[in-house]
């Protein structure tokens, strides 16, 4: 595969899947506006020097490697699957999902013991050929490049390793979850040739400061209330997560409004000490991105 090298940053994400809608959602919040690319390969993304490249997932971990894609967004599963030799930059926080076995719903599989003799159908045979030597498991492992699914109903299989994100594609096959073997998330990944193009590197730094601010606007809400004057100093000192609240005045001269970026981790327990205390007019509002 032949790309310009026009030097932009070339960016590789799954063409269509699980990742892509993410992926491109990410890039959006981050300034990078990827549009129309129905089937292009490559779409450039304006006013960024960035160039987004569009490919099946099991061959980013080799592009990257190999410097045709600078960056590339991929699922663990396929990263260590690939063992590619790329640089894993930053966790992305979606795409999360487990490698397991499944089995059709007639076979009674509780310990990974009962899995001896039996033939597993899989994309990953790298990662499942470990776990069978880990655990002393003597299975044949068939490697199948897609819909592994329905390996057990066409008899090539008795049982499948396969992804599981909703639990959807098992459902419609009529499998059950099994012993899960890895968790996996997406992940950004970097070309190793990347750190001698001075400027592409620059490109880089100011994209991963862009997703970190997304990242950390993603984990807080913005918190706006109405309080009773007398219960400020109390409420702020119940809650440590309200830190340095901007407090404003309000028409009603015995009540305040205060605004605060909080954790979204404990937006309930906030909210539920903010009523006791007598908050009214409580609004949450996301955050598109906090910059440092
Ligand atoms: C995985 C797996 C299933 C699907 C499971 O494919 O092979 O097809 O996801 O998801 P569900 O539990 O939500 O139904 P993946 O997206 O990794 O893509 P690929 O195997 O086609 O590359
Ligand atoms: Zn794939």
Redesign the pocket.
């Known amino acids: 595969m032949t790309i310009q090298n026009n030097g932009n940053l070339k960016i590789a994400i799954q063409k269509k899947?699980?990742l892509t809608e993410k992926s491109l959602e990410l890039f959006n919040l981050c300034g990078l506006r990827v549009e129309n690319y129905g089937d292009r390969l490559v779409v450039a993304t304006p006013g960024f020097p960035a160039d987004i490249l569009f490919l099946r997932?099991?061959d980013i971990p080799e592009y990257v490697q190999d410097g045709v894609a600078d960056l590339g967004v991929i699922?663990e599963n396929v990263l260590v699957e690939k063992e590619a030799q790329v640089v894993e930059l930053e966790n992305l926080g979606f795409g999360g999902c487990q490698l397991m076995m499944a089995y059709p719903e007639y076979m009674d599989i509780q310990l990974p013991q009962e899995l001896n003799g039996k033939r597993i159908a899989t994309?990953y045979p790298r990662i499942v050929k470990k776990y069978l030597q880990d655990n002393n498991i003597q299975a044949k492992v068939i490697e199948i490049s897609?819909s592994?699914e329905i390996a057990p109903a066409l008899g090539i299989a008795d049982v499948i390793c396969?992804?599981?994100?909703?639990?959807?594609?098992?459902m419609v096959n009529k499998l059950k979850k099994g012993q899960v073997i890895f968790k996996s998330q997406a992940v950004l990944i970097a070309s190793p040739e990347l750190e001698k193009d001075l400027r592409k590197t620059e490109i880089l730094n100011d994209f991963l400061r862009r997703i970190r601010s997304v990242q950390a606007a993603r984990s807080s809400k913005y918190l706006m209330l109405n309080l009773p004057k007398t219960a400020v100093d109390r409420t702020i000192g119940l809650i440590p997560a309200l830190r340095s609240p901007t407090i404003v005045p309000l028409a009603d001269d015995e009540m305040v409004a205060i605004h605060a970026v909080i954790p979204s981790d404990y937006i309930w327990e906030i909210v539920d000490k903010l009523k006791r205390e007598g908050a009214s007019g409580i609004l949450l509002l996301p955050i598109e991105n906090m910059i440092p």
């Open positions: 899947g699980r997932d099991d699922g994309s897609g592994v396969d992804i599981v994100s909703t639990g959807n594609t098992l």
